[in-house]
């Protein structure tokens, strides 16, 4: 897994970056990472995203660390959204821009995957929820981050095995 890297940008772009993520609907990682993404290869988008999603997962882990529960909890919901991404990127040749494409798309990986992802979805939405209002507790982000690394895993396999 690649690391992470810190950009330093004018306080005025990254403004500007936050009001078009929330106009989108996604949090500031997930708007820039379709921004790069978007003239990739669909299979190249399809791993970019993944890989995107397992850093968000890193990033989760270290900021329950710290005892900073919203931000862990929205590096969650990022992390699983764009896993569902990279899994109809690959599986349908899908680019999916919209919650309500997030979740249509869920029901085909539920019937896919059953449970795991079932409850993987539920435990990313509660997060994004957690982040917004702040209600959840550091059980519940460990909760989370438990089904939604095993759902980024086996989406990683599905991809791999497709790719070979």
């Not at 968000?56 to 005892?67: F, N, S």
Request: contains cysteine; charged residues 35%; hydrophobic residues 40%.
């Amino acid at each position: 897994m690649t690391g992470i890297v810190e950009v330093k940008l004018p306080a005025t772009i990254v403004e500007r970056l936050r009001r078009e993520a929330r106009k989108a609907d996604l949090s500031l990682e997930e708007y820039i990472v379709e921004l790069v993404l978007q003239n990739l290869d669909p299979s190249d988008r399809a791993r970019e995203y993944l890989e995107a999603s397992k850093n968000l997962l890193q990033q989760a882990r270290e900021e329950l660390e710290k005892g900073n529960i919203r931000q862990a909890a929205e590096k969650l919901w990022g992390s699983a959204a764009l896993a569902v991404k990279a899994h109809a990127q690959q599986k349908e040749n899908k680019r999916l821009t919209s919650h309500r494409e997030l979740w249509e798309h869920t029901k085909k990986l539920i019937d896919e995957l059953g449970d795991i992802a079932y409850d993987a979805w539920m435990a990313a939405n509660g997060m994004h929820t957690c982040f917004y209002e702040g209600w959840c507790t550091t059980r519940h982000i460990e909760e989370a981050l438990k089904r939604i690394e095993k759902l980024v895993r086996e989406i990683e396999e599905r991809i791999e095995k497709k790719a070979t």
